[in-house]
DNA sequence: TTGTACGCGTTATCAA
DNA sequence: TTGATAACGCGTACAA
C-alpha cells in the first residue's frame, strides 16, 4: 500500500479510502487505480482484521466423523446451501470437522482467534465444548437441528424429525408389515433421537424394544451392522425404519446378502431423500428434507445477526417435511392433498414423486415401493 | 495480553514468551498462567499473522463444481488424507471450491490476503487463473494431478492414469468383449484425458471413437448420459470402461433401464476404488487408487517447503495403482504376481480383493466381476 | 478533499 | 531472565 501511495503520489490514507469508499477525488481515484494495478497491490486481510475485528468469513462446524462428511449427503446438502447464501453475500465459509480433543482444541483457537465472523453448527450435542465456547465468545451463530438446552439465545433451524419419522413408519405400518424394527443411528443427537421418539409413537403399544438396534452414525456400514443384528434378534422382521437412506442402504445390502428380498421379503423406508434413495435397488421410499435450505436458512440467520438484525432465537422450522404445508417455493394454494405433484430429487434432479401423508412429505419412485401388492 | 501481564505483574513481552517458548523463570510463568486462566485469555490469531506472516492454514482449492464435492468419493479421500497430515502438524485446512468467476475473485482474495500459508490445488487445469495466482504468489504449493506446463516448479502427486486404464481396459478386452466403449470424463483435467489415452492404446487398431462418449464430470448423472449415448450410437456394445466408479454406476442404471444385464450383455468397468464400487450390483471391477495416500503426500509436500526443505519439484507418482510394484505399505518382498491378496476397501474396511495386472492393481469383488463364464 | 497520526494485538529485537 | 519499544499493514478520526 506504502508503494501504491507512492506511485499515485498521495498518501496512504487516500489509497485506504478509494479501497473501502470514502470521499475522494476523481483523478486521485484514477490515479491509485492505475497505481494499484501496476503494482499489483493486494490488501493483506491479516492487517485489516486486525484494526477491523472481523474477517469476511463464517465456520461451518460438523461435530462428526471426517468420514461421514463424505458419506452423508444430507451434511453436503446443508454444507452447499449455507455456502450459496454466504459467497452471495461475499463471506468465506471455513469448514470445520471436529472430530477428536485435538481437532477441539485446534478449532478453538481458530474460532477464538478472530478467524471468523459466526459460524453455522451441525450435530452439536448438548455439552460439546464447542458449544460451550461459542456461547461464551458470543460468537453469532445458528445451530442446525435442536439446541442443547443449554444455549438459550441462539437461534436453530430444523425439521419436525419426530411427526416425519411417524408418518413414515405409519405409512410403512399401513403396508401390513407385522414384525417393524428400526435401525436407530446417532441417538445421542436430536435429530436420531426424535426420529426413534416418532417411530415409537407411530408403533404405540406395537412398539417393541428388542426390534431397535442403536447404531453410532448415519453411515453405510452401520446401516449393515444394524440390519444384521436385526435379522439375528428377529429373524421374522417384515420391516424397518431406517433412521437414514444410507443406513436404509446398508441394510439392504445386508438383507441381500442374508437373502432376503426387497420389499417382498422385508420393507424398507428411509430418511433424507438424498441420492441414496435412488441408486438403490429397488429405489427408496424416504422423508423428503429441505436440507440445502435448512443451510441456506441457517446461514442466512448468522448473516442477520452479523448485521445486527433482530433474530428469533426460539428457532426456525422448515415447513417442508412436517408441517404438514408443502415446500413454500411449491405450494399450491390448496392445503396439501394426496394428489401426486412431481418432485425435483435432492440433487440430481430425476424425477421422483412426493406425496403429503399426515404430517410429512413423503418421497418415493413408485406409488409406494413398499406396498407388497405392487412388488412381483 | 494486556490484562495478563497486568494480572501477573510482568509486561506483555514475558507473556508472549511463555506462549510461544523462551527464556521464563519458572516463577513468572507460574504466575502468567493463572493470570491466563483467570481473565480467559485467547491470543488474537489476527494479530499474531501480521507480525508473523503466517496463518498456520493451507488451503485446500477444488475446481470442480460445488456437488461434486459430494458426489466424488475420490476428492474427499484426498480431501481426508490431506486433512489428517494438516491437523498433525497442526495446521487448519481450509477448503476452497471454486465453481465460478465469482468464486475465483473471492477466493483470490483469499489467498492474497495472508489467509492460508500454503495449497493443495485438486483439478487444475491449464491456464486457471487461480494456478496463475499461486505461482504468482509464490505460494508453497502441490498439484494433485499433472501439472499445466506453466507451472514448473510447483510439484505434483498423481497416478499412473495413463497405465491404469490401459491395463483394466486391456483386462476388460480379455473377458471376451467385441464392442468396447469408454464414458470418458472431464477430458479437460489431465486425469480424464490420461484415462481416455490409456484407453485407447489397449485397444490400439480396434479403437473407434464413436465408441467414446465423453462427459463433462466424474458424476453419476453423466454416467447416465454416457451410457445412454453409447448405447444409442452402438446398440451392440458389449463393455465399458467408465472413466470413474461414479459414472459407472451412472452407467449401470441407463443399462438397467434399457433392459442389459450386466455383466451378461455388458461388462463395465470403473476407476477409484471408491464405495460405489461395492455398492451397485453387481460390485464393480475397478482400478485401486490410494486417494487417500495422494492427499497425504500432496500435503506433506506443502509442508516440507513450508519447513523451508528443498522439494523434488518434478512431481511424485504413487506406486500403488500403476508402477507395477504393490503400495508400500503393503508390499511384499516379492515382485506383484498374479497371488490374491486381502484389500481394505478405500473407507468401508470391507474386504476386497486386488490383483496386480500388467502395470496396474486392480481391485475387484469377485475373481473377476466380469468373466461370462462366471456369472449366471 | 486530503494528509497526519494513532491504534488494533502480537512478536522480535535489543539493552539492561 | 526481563522490560521497553519498534515493527506488521491497515482503517479512520481529526485537523488542515
Redesign the pocket.
Known amino acids: 500500500?506504502?508503494d501504491v501511495a507512492a506511485a499515485a503520489g498521495?498518501?496512504?490514507?487516500?489509497v485506504?479510502?478509494v479501497?473501502?469508499g470514502?470521499?475522494?477525488?476523481a483523478?486521485?481515484r484514477a490515479a491509485i487505480e492505475a497505481a494499484i494495478a501496476q503494482v499489483g497491490y493486494v490488501?493483506?486481510t491479516a492487517?485489516?482484521n486486525?484494526?477491523?475485528q472481523r474477517s469476511q468469513a463464517v465456520g461451518f462446524l460438523v461435530l462428526e466423523p471426517h468420514s461421514l462428511l463424505l458419506e452423508d449427503p444430507n451434511i453436503g446438502a446443508i454444507m452447499l446451501g449455507a455456502n450459496a447464501v454466504l459467497s452471495d453475500a461475499d463471506y468465506q465459509m471455513v469448514n470445520l470437522v471436529i472430530d477428536s480433543a485435538r481437532d477441539t482444541e485446534r478449532i478453538t483457537k481458530y474460532l477464538s482467534g478472530g478467524f471468523v465472523d459466526g459460524a453455522v453448527i451441525v450435530s452439536a450435542r448438548a455439552h460439546d465444548p464447542i458449544t460451550q465456547l461459542v456461547a461464551d465468545l458470543g460468537l453469532p451463530a445458528t445451530f442446525v437441528g435442536h439446541p442443547p438446552d443449554l444455549e438459550q439465545g441462539i437461534p436453530f433451524v430444523g425439521i419436525d424429525n419426530v411427526g416425519s419419522a411417524r408418518a413414515i413408519t405409519e405409512r410403512l405400518a399401513g403396508t401390513g408389515r407385522r414384525r417393524i424394527g428400526m435401525i436407530a443411528a446417532a441417538v445421542d443427537r436430536d435429530s436420531g433421537a426424535d426420529r426413534l421418539t416418532g417411530f415409537r409413537q407411530a408403533l404405540g403399544d406395537r412398539f417393541d424394544p428388542d426390534l431397535v438396534a442403536e447404531v453410532a452414525f448415519y453411515h453405510y456400514a452401520d446401516g449393515m451392522d444394524g440390519m444384521r443384528a436385526l435379522l439375528q434378534r428377529e429373524p421374522g422382521i417384515d420391516g424397518v425404519f431406517a433412521a437414514s437412506d444410507a443406513v436404509a442402504a446398508g441394510a439392504m445390502q445386508a438383507l441381500r446378502e442374508a437373502g432376503r428380498a426387497v420389499p417382498a421379503d422385508v420393507g424398507i423406508v428411509g430418511f433424507d431423500d438424498s441420492p441414496w434413495a435412488q441408486r438403490t435397488a429397488p429405489a427408496l421410499s424416504t422423508v423428503h428434507q429441505p436440507a440445502k435450505e435448512i443451510g441456506a436458512r441457517a446461514a442466512d440467520l448468522v448473516l442477520r445477526q452479523l448485521a445486527g438484525k433482530s433474530v428469533e432465537t426460539a428457532g426456525v422450522f422448515l415447513p417442508t417435511p412436517s408441517s404438514g404445508a408443502p415446500p413454500p417455493d411449491r405450494a399450491g394454494p390448496d392445503p396439501p392433498s394426496l394428489a401426486r405433484r412431481p418432485w425435483p430429487d435432492v440433487d440430481q434432479g430425476l424425477p421422483r414423486r412426493s406425496r403429503a401423508y399426515g404430517r410429512a412429505w413423503i418421497s418415493f419412485p413408485r406409488p409406494f415401493a413398499l406396498d407388497r401388492r405392487r412388488s412381483p
Not at 498521495?10 to 487516500?14: A, L, M, P, Y
Open positions: 500500500m506504502h498521495v498518501s496512504r490514507g487516500t485506504s479510502r479501497l473501502n470514502g470521499y475522494v477525488s483523478t486521485a490488501p493483506n492487517a485489516r486486525l484494526v477491523t
